[in-house]
């Protein structure tokens, strides 16, 4: 009967692989020196890839983007970008990483035939990227003005634009690539109004870019530094540009290149949020000057020109990777090991002009046996008189062994000890806490292990501890399952509570939106505004806008430079219907919009799915057969049944209010005209960002 099951979804599996649109899976992410749980999110309808954490869209990718899927030792692999640094993540499982691997190559082989740019301005398109990030750009029309989503990267002499326009019609149409000559000379960047607009003048147009929605919400001040990067960046790389393009002067033009250069450094803020494993090699993103024809290094440049940007950057920002199997110091077998206090000290040279210069310790009694006995490292029986020699074979790869090691020194836990220690669920009855587990999963048996330690005949004494591990977890059975049952079961029911008010809020402010008259008086005048400008100034007339729009009041101004269409608005309010300017009031949850978004909620709903349903096909294989159960496995099976009835509740009724919010959002989409691949991210920010700046022009207004 299990059989049949498993094959039936095994079948559906591959039916969804090949017919689905839109795929999330729960990974880990290496960050800040730790694996961090996210969701994948592969999007076939908006060729993007998703980072998604608890709601929130972290990063987006287009899939043009994606250069090659590496694997890696079990459950990890990597994604490789063109131009930016590589994607280390860990699934949660094989078969999830058998799915994520053949998307990821679907993506990779439409690449091979729908690459955006093969070339810029001569090179390749992976070509050093000194900075990326999106950006929307404003685009005019006969009709209207809108803005475009793009991904823009800076590389020296130009920056290039692809644009993914998340929002647009044609959706299966082919990415456009656009190119900005930053080298002529005649190139000028400038900040507008507001905190998260720029424009770059060349010789033919003027591009005026935005921050985008997804990334302004609530963070006025991380809107401001975006902003000053691009511009910093993009203003140095013109100088230099221009500066490249006059005849040399000597030696004061060195020296005024070098000055550039040596206070040059690239905003880490990308590169911070997506650092990966300490030593692996990502893609380039160095300044090489010799690779740019415009700027070619003279005699005295050859040093300047020689080393590579990340070089600075590793110095500011990665400590150095730990050596390797370190020799330990001799200690007697009777000396006591303490804990070490891990200080900041004090430099030599410091010392003598400094309190500790007239320190003198031999006056403080210590009771050093106290001392000792109170921070005394205790040493497990694994460890008492067991500890191998350096030299001592290991069965087990070198590279993994060092680090299984690492970690088996503060696991208070026998080898013996581990199979009865996945019998009990909670941390808090006895049971193996959420860091042991995870680190338990990832140094699990592969099937050369299993092969290589099941034909050990000897003693397990004889082993190193890490090679008793080893033994001991081979013997196990279904080892991986139970390990992620037992997480699995842990995260569960905190990732629903998590998620619960998250969507609670969407649903009401989707209600508040959907009932709000006042909101829709308001945009009335918004339009009857708009149009009587536009008849005006020779244009047509609009049935009606994208909220989009709502954004641009503030920055179309009147012949007095302080007086935008934002206070028309407002002052027409007051002079008619002064009663619409508390339409915030019926808008409340816009407030303080959170940064979790209805597509990303959606993808945690459906991953908690999956993994309920993982639970219960894995309760059914490691389920022991009556007659042979122990009562510590009758036990667990039990309290294990208990929960799967209680998350199946939980979630049923999570899954329906995130049923209910997607339905009410669809509305609103409706209600408004708006696509229905519109984010709430972008909408809600539109509409929070908008009653901000309202409130500040009635206070201008009428003080």
């Known amino acids: 009967m299990d059989n049949t099951r498993t094959q039936d979804t095994f079948s559906q599996d591959s039916h969804d692989l090949l017919t689905g649109s839109q795929f999330n899976f729960s990974i880990y992410k290496y960050k800040h020196y730790r694996w961090q749980k996210r969701i994948l999110q592969i999007d076939f309808n908006t060729k993007t890839i998703f980072n998604i954490e608890k709601g929130i869209i972290k990063k987006q990718f287009p899939f043009s983007q994606v250069k090659a899927c590496e694997d890696t030792e079990r459950r990890r692999f990597s994604i490789v970008f063109h131009g930016r640094q590589d994607y280390e993540l860990e699934a949660v499982s094989l078969d999830d990483k058998r799915k994520i691997t053949y998307l990821l190559s679907r993506v990779i082989q439409s690449n091979l035939y729908k690459r955006p740019a093969e070339t810029c301005s001569g090179r390749p398109a992976e070509c050093d990227v000194i900075h990326e990030g999106l950006l929307d750009l404003q685009q005019n029309t006969s009709t209207s003005t809108e803005w475009v989503k793009y991904l823009v990267q800076l590389r020296e002499g130009e920056l290039t634009l692809y644009c993914i326009g998340l929002g647009r019609k ?3 149409a082919d990415p456009v690539t656009n190119t900005i ?54 203003e140095r790389y013109c100088q230099l540009c221009k500066d490249a393009s006059l005849p040399p002067k000597g030696s004061q033009g060195c020296s005024s290149s070098e000055a550039d250069y040596e206070d040059f450094t690239v905003p880490l803020n990308e590169q911070k949020e997506e650092a990966l494993y300490v030593g692996v090699t990502s893609t380039p993103t160095s300044l090489n000057m010799s690779s740019s024809p415009q700027t070619k290094p003279a005699e005295g440049e050859e040093a300047l020109a020689s080393p590579s940007l990340p070089l600075s950057i590793s110095k500011a920002e990665v400590p150095p990777a730990p050596p390797a199997f370190l020799q330990p110091y001799s200690l007697s077998p009777l000396t006591k090991r303490t804990k070490a206090f891990h200080w900041d000290v004090v430099p030599c040279d410091k010392i ?11 006056k403080k009694k210590i009771d050093v046996p106290r001392l000792c006995d109170q921070f005394q490292i205790q040493d497990t029986a694994v460890f008492l008189g067991n500890e191998p020699s350096v030299n001592q074979h290991i069965m087990l790869d070198r590279k993994v062994a060092h680090n299984f090691n690492i970690f088996l020194k503060s696991f208070r836990i026998k080898p013996s000890e581990l199979k009865e220690k996945l019998y009990i669920i909670h941390e808090e009855s006895g049971g193996l806490t959420d860091e042991q587990i995870t680190a338990l999963r990832r140094y699990l048996p592969t099937p050369k292990d299993a092969e290589r330690y099941q034909s050990f005949k000897g003693s397990p004494s004889e082993l190193h501890v890490v090679d008793q591990f080893m033994l001991e977890m081979c013997k196990i059975p279904h080892l991986g399952q139970r390990l992620d049952l037992l997480l699995t079961i842990r995260e569960l029911p905190q990732s629903m509570r998590d998620l619960e008010p998250l969507i609670n809020q969407k649903i009401q402010a989707s209600k508040q939106l959907q009932s709000s008259q006042k ?111 122990t009562p510590q496995e009758s036990q667990f099976c039990k309290e294990l049944k208990d ?56 206070a201008e207004v009428m003080p």
């Open 643 to 698: 929960l799967i009835q209680k998350y199946e509740g939980d979630l049923s009724q999570l899954s329906k209010r995130c049923d209910e919010m997607k339905k009410l959002y669809s509305n609103i989409l409706v209600k408004f005209g708006e696509p229905q691949d519109l984010d709430s991210e972008e909408l809600f920010g539109w509409i929070s960002s908008f009653i901000s700046e309202f409130r500040k022009a009635c």
């Open 519 to 629: 909101f829709v008086a308001v945009l009335e005048y918004i339009l009857a505004i708009g149009n009587h400008l536009n008849e005006k100034a020779g244009k047509q007339k609009a049935k009606g806008f994208r909220l989009s729009s709502l954004t641009k009041l503030p920055l179309l101004r009147g012949k007095d430079r302080t007086f935008t269409l934002l206070h028309a608005l407002v002052e027409q309010i007051f002079l008619h219907e002064p009663d619409l300017a508390k339409f915030s009031q019926e808008l409340t949850e816009f407030e303080a919009v959170s940064d979790a978004s209805v597509k990303g909620l959606s993808a945690e709903v459906d991953v908690l799915r999956k993994e309920l349903e993982n639970i219960i096909q894995c309760r059914r294989l490691i389920k022991p057969k009556t007659s042979k159960a």
């Open 352 to 362: 003598q002009k400094s309190v500790w210069g007239s320190c003198d310790l031999s």
């Open 170 to 172: 044609n959706m299966t």
């Open 181 to 234: 000559d930053l080298s002529g000379g005649n190139v000028s960047v400038s900040k507008e109004n507001g905190c998260s607009t720029f424009s770059i003048q060349t010789k033919e147009h003027n591009y005026v870019f935005r921050i985008p929605f997804t990334v302004q919400n609530n963070r006025p001040e991380g809107v401001s530094k975006l902003q000053n990067e691009w511009v910093s960046l993009i």
